[in-house]
Each structure stands twice: as structure tokens, then as C-alpha cells.
């Protein structure tokens, strides 16, 4: 048995900062409620949902990018950092829905896009006009291109989001002109963080937002700020075998927490100081560097989005993390889904996680049955997705630390592939042909009603398909049903925030390689059974349970809370 220490390296335990065990409730704005019936959702929409929000009894929001785009990108593309997309409302209607979420005590958490701008954005059109040696240009990074007549790309380094990470443009004389690099996107050209325009405007920018009043900062690609773009470049083959380990020319570099050292005087500046998590996918070893105090003060834990649903690796995920916690002097965080990964009901349903990252599996066939398509498409079982989905759930909220949920999973919906081609949106799909489906699956809008127009999320459609079986995951359907994946999530919610105690944990020993047990310091107990053989209970009150079973046992993949038992308590001499 092991245990970890309480961790509040600044303050005392009896005043704990907010994030680090709340309850964060993801709302990708464009799918979450349309006010408006234009078919895409909006500030507004959020602010009629707010009742919804609270009763679900979550600590805060955590909205993704709501200011003006072109879209290209989901949002993640920004052409204004300080002001919202007029399809999404304006900064009256943000200060409106911040102070109705404030009035419910639900924190707010907005996105910040670091790593680059919208191709549209102010700065980058200036770049464009400007022409080759400007020092408009110097914000981005252009680089003359390679071959005799520099119509080849400077490197041969491919985007995330599939082909070419450089784009050439056209100078002002239209002549064929220099390159720039986009990491991600065409659209969403890298910034140059050695420029000091660059850093006094994202400090601008996240004054703007303080000021008003939100809470935090969730930082897209926190990693991959800074670059060593020395000449010569390496090739794509150099740069895959070059360490990650703070020097690497793209990725993870040291000098990337100068930035966010700044960020913090700016964060502390204010009372209470606002907070910041890390999107950083690095390896595990470094994310402490992002979660330190001096630095953005926390860090997502993305391990559990590539496992398993399997006892081990959910053991090993957990101590790791808490582990690496206790050294930045963090709270970890868990999550099991976002709006960039199939959701999880899906990925627990397929045959292993491995299966989800093309996001293709069949359809639900008459009578329930689930058949591979021609032998080469894995099997979705949903009834064990969703059972597995519940059990993991339930097993993360019970874990000290931060719990992120992404909006819908409270309905138990699973990924939507039913998208037509002519429907997609995601990049991914376009820039690989449709070999990577990409991530429209996860970011359909909302069921709110089980009949009418666009099930409720709005007056007129939706942006992105709905299929047909989201009816009876509708909130209104699932709200008359005690039963259903809300009202368990409500009950867990609820029960947590009367639970939640301190921040160590205990394993506890179960005699069995699948099921996990731990025990929290007033002795509440969480026990998951991750095979299929029942697991019998020798004593407790169970308090709540993802599925149906007995008192005396765990059903298998399901967890059950036990209610504190003091004289188990994880805080025993």
C-alpha cells in the first residue's frame, strides 16, 4: 500500500486554491446551445443552459476558443484575441454569461492560442502587404524557400494535421513569394515567440480577460512555443531522432517557462490569482516543468486517453501522475475526454483503444447486433462502452485532484461517425484525403430535447449532422429517467463534493489483478471491477455504484463508493 502526501506547497490545506480538485466541465462553444437558430451554438445558448450546468453540480467551465475565426480549425484558429466571434455573440453577452456562472459559483476557464494566429488576423494580412524583409514579417516565421528558384518548402517537415508545415504565399508584386510555417493548419501561421511584440500582446491579452473577471487559462500547445529555427534546418528524419529533452529545435524547449514566468507575474497579479493549465504533450517526465508553481501551476494528464480500460494501466497511469504531482507541488488532473479524442464510451467499446484512433466502427445493425464491416472494421459494443465509460468515470471522480468532463458524456453519447464528407469540418480530414476521419465525431452539437428541430439545440438545424439514436440521449429523455447516465452523474457530483477530503490516496489490496481499490483520508472508499467476475465486498455501505449490483458485490466494470469508514481511514496512524 502506498500512499501520497498532501499537496499545498503555498497555501495551507484548510484554503485550498479552487482548481485543485474541481470538477471542470468542458463546453465547446459552437456545439453546446444555439440562442439564436442559426445553427451554431453561442454565448447566449451557454447562458440559457446555466441552470442545467449547476445542477449538473460541476465547479467550472472551461470554454474553448469563442473569439472571431475563420474556422478552419474548430476556433483554434484566432484572428482577435480580445473580442468574441459575432456567429457567437459579443463581449456584453460574455460579460452576461460570465457573471450568470459566477452568480452559480461555476469558475470560468477560457482557452488561449499561443502558438499561433489566424491567417486572418491583423498582424498576419500586415505581413502579407509588407512583403519580404518587413518587420511585420518578423511576428511570423517566413523563410525563403529551397531549389534554385525557392519553390520548394524550406524543410521537408510535415503538419500535424497532415502535408507540408510550410505554406508559400504571393509577395505584393504577385510574384511567387517566401514560405511561413504552420505547425497545425494552413490557416494558423506559428508565431515568432523571440519577438517582443508577440510577448507584450499575449500579456495584453491575458489582462483583457482577468480584468473581466474569468478565472483561468486553459493553454493550447503550451509546448511548442518557442523554436531554434538555426540554420541549416534539420530534415524531418533528423528531427525525429533529436532528444526531447528541453533542446529539442520545436518541442518542449526550456526556454518555453521564461514565457509562462512572465505569465505567472501576471496571473499573481491579481486576488484571487488566476490560474492555468498546461496542454503540453510531452513526455511524462517533463510535465512537472508546466505544472510548478512558477510556471502556468498545472498540467493535463493525457495518459488515460491512450489506455486501456484495464486495471494495470490505470494503476500505473494513477501513481505515475500522482507521483509527478507531488513533485511540481500540483494537483493532477484526469480526463477521459475532449474535443480532440473519440469519446470515451466509444473508445471502451471497441475491441482496444488502439482501434478508436481511425474513428471507424459499425454501425448499430437491427436487433442490436454488432458485425464487422467485409472483416476489416473493429466491433463497437456500445452497452460495454457505456458501462465501462460509467465505471471510469465514477473511479477518476473519487481520485484527489482536478476531474475534467467534456460536455455530452453526462448523456453517455458515443463518437457520431454517421458524418458525410460533404458534412466534415476537421482539417485532418481534408488535409489527409480522408485517411484520418479526424474529430467531427466528438463535436456534434448537443441533445437537448428528444423531438423537434435539431433535438432542442437550436431553432433551425445544427452545424454538423445529429444521427437519429441521439434522441434518446436527449437531456429532457434522460431527465425523466432516475436511471440514466445524467441523473448518475448528478448523484456522483453531488456526493463528491461531500466526500472530497484532502489530497492522498491509499491503495488498497483486493486480492485480485482486475480490480483496483483506494481509500481517501476520512476512509471513503472507491472500489473498480475491471474484469467480468463479480468481486464480493466483505464490508461497507455502498453509497453509489456505476451499475447495477448487489450490495455484498462489485459487478463486473463497475465501481462502487463506499461511505467513509473512519477506522479505515487512509489518514490512520
Known amino acids: 500500500m502506498t500512499n501520497t502526501p498532501d499537496l499545498d506547497p503555498r497555501r495551507g490545506s484548510d484554503a485550498a486554491p479552487w482548481w485543485r480538485q474541481a470538477v471542470v466541465y468542458q463546453i465547446y462553444p459552437r456545439s453546446f446551445a444555439d440562442a439564436n437558430g442559426d445553427g451554431i451554438g453561442d454565448l447566449p445558448g451557454i447562458t440559457s443552459r446555466i441552470d442545467y450546468l449547476s445542477e449538473l453540480g460541476i465547479d467550472a467551465v472551461w470554454l474553448s476558443p469563442f473569439y472571431p475565426s475563420a474556422l478552419a480549425d474548430g476556433g483554434y484558429d484566432v484572428a482577435d484575441y480580445r473580442d468574441v466571434d459575432p456567429r457567437l455573440g459579443s463581449l456584453e453577452d460574455f460579460d452576461r454569461m460570465l457573471a450568470a456562472l459566477h452568480e452559480h459559483g461555476i469558475k470560468v476557464v477560457v482557452d488561449i492560442v499561443p502558438n499561433h494566429t489566424s491567417d486572418q488576423h491583423v498582424w498576419f494580412q500586415e505581413a502579407l502587404a509588407a512583403g519580404r524583409g518587413s518587420a511585420a514579417r518578423e511576428r511570423y516565421i517566413f523563410r525563403e524557400g529551397s531549389g534554385p528558384d525557392g519553390a520548394e518548402p524550406p524543410t521537408d517537415w510535415l503538419s500535424v494535421f497532415g502535408g507540408s508545415a510550410w505554406e508559400r504565399v504571393t509577395e505584393p508584386d504577385g510574384s511567387p513569394g517566401q514560405w511561413y510555417l504552420h505547425n497545425f493548419?494552413?490557416?494558423?501561421?506559428?508565431?515568432?515567440?523571440?519577438?517582443?511584440?508577440?510577448?507584450?500582446?499575449?500579456?495584453?491579452?491575458?489582462?483583457?480577460?482577468?480584468?473581466?473577471?474569468v478565472d483561468g487559462f486553459r493553454i493550447d500547445v503550451a509546448h511548442m512555443l518557442t523554436k531554434d529555427l538555426t540554420e541549416p534546418l534539420p530534415s524531418r528524419d533528423e528531427l525525429a531522432v533529436i532528444p526531447q529533452d528541453g533542446n529539442h529545435p520545436l518541442i518542449d524547449r526550456d526556454d518555453v517557462h521564461e514565457i509562462y514566468a512572465e505569465w505567472r507575474t501576471v496571473f499573481d497579479s491579481y486576488d484571487p490569482p488566476r490560474t492555468a493549465v498546461a496542454e503540453a504533450w510531452v513526455h511524462p517526465t517533463r510535465i512537472h516543468l508546466y505544472a510548478r508553481p512558477e510556471s502556468l501551476g498545472q498540467a493535463f494528464n493525457f495518459d488515460l486517453l491512450v489506455a486501456d480500460f484495464d486495471a494495470g494501466q490505470f494503476r500505473r497511469i494513477i501513481s505515475d501522475n500522482l507521483a509527478l504531482a507531488a513533485q511540481s507541488g500540483s494537483s493532477s488532473t484526469w480526463v477521459l475526454s475532449n474535443h480532440d479524442v473519440v469519446r470515451h464510451a466509444t473508445r471502451y467499446g471497441l475491441p482496444n483503444t488502439a482501434d478508436a484512433d481511425g474513428r471507424r466502427h459499425d454501425d448499430e445493425r437491427p436487433g442490436g447486433a454488432w458485425l464487422l464491416s467485409g472483416g476489416k472494421r473493429p466491433v463497437l459494443d456500445r452497452a460495454k462502452g457505456q458501462r465501462r465509460a460509467t465505471a471510469a468515470?465514477?473511479?477518476l471522480l473519487g481520485l484527489p485532484g482536478s476531474t475534467y468532463l467534456y460536455q455530452g458524456e453526462e448523456l453517455g453519447l458515443h463518437e457520431v461517425v454517421e458524418i458525410e464528407?460533404?458534412?466534415?469540418?476537421?482539417?485532418?480530414?481534408?488535409?489527409?484525403?480522408?485517411?484520418?476521419i479526424g474529430r467531427d465525431g466528438c463535436r456534434v452539437p448537443l441533445p437537448w430535447h428528444a423531438d423537434g428541430a435539431a433535438f432542442g439545440f437550436g431553432a433551425d438545424g445544427s452545424h454538423l449532422p445529429q444521427p437519429d439514436w441521439f434522441g434518446r440521449h436527449a437531456v429532457d429523455a434522460e431527465e425523466a429517467d432516475p436511471h440514466s447516465t445524467l441523473a448518475l452523474y448528478r448523484r456522483a457530483l453531488r456526493l463528491r463534493h461531500e466526500l472530497q477530503t484532502g489530497e492522498r490516496l491509499e491503495w488498497l489490496e483486493t486480492g485480485r489483478a482486475d480490480v483496483l481499490a483506494f481509500a481517501r483520508p476520512n476512509g471513503w472508499r472507491v472500489v473498480t471491477n475491471f474484469g467480468v467476475a463479480p468481486y464480493p465486498l466483505d464490508e461497507g455501505e455502498v453509497v453509489l455504484t456505476s451499475g447495477e449490483t448487489p450490495a455484498e458485490v462489485v459487478a463486473g466494470e463497475t465501481t462502487v463508493w463506499l461511505a467513509p469508514d473512519l477506522s479505515r481511514s487512509a489518514d490512520r496512524e
Do not use: I, M, N, Y
Request: aromatic share 14%; proline share 6%.
Open 393 to 395: 468515470t465514477l473511479f
Open 421 to 436: 464528407a460533404s458534412a466534415r469540418q476537421d482539417p485532418t480530414f481534408f488535409r489527409t484525403a480522408g485517411a484520418e
Open 185 to 213: 493548419a494552413k490557416e494558423q501561421p506559428d508565431l515568432d515567440w523571440d519577438h517582443p511584440e508577440v510577448h507584450e500582446d499575449f500579456l495584453t491579452t491575458l489582462r483583457f480577460w482577468s480584468d473581466r473577471g
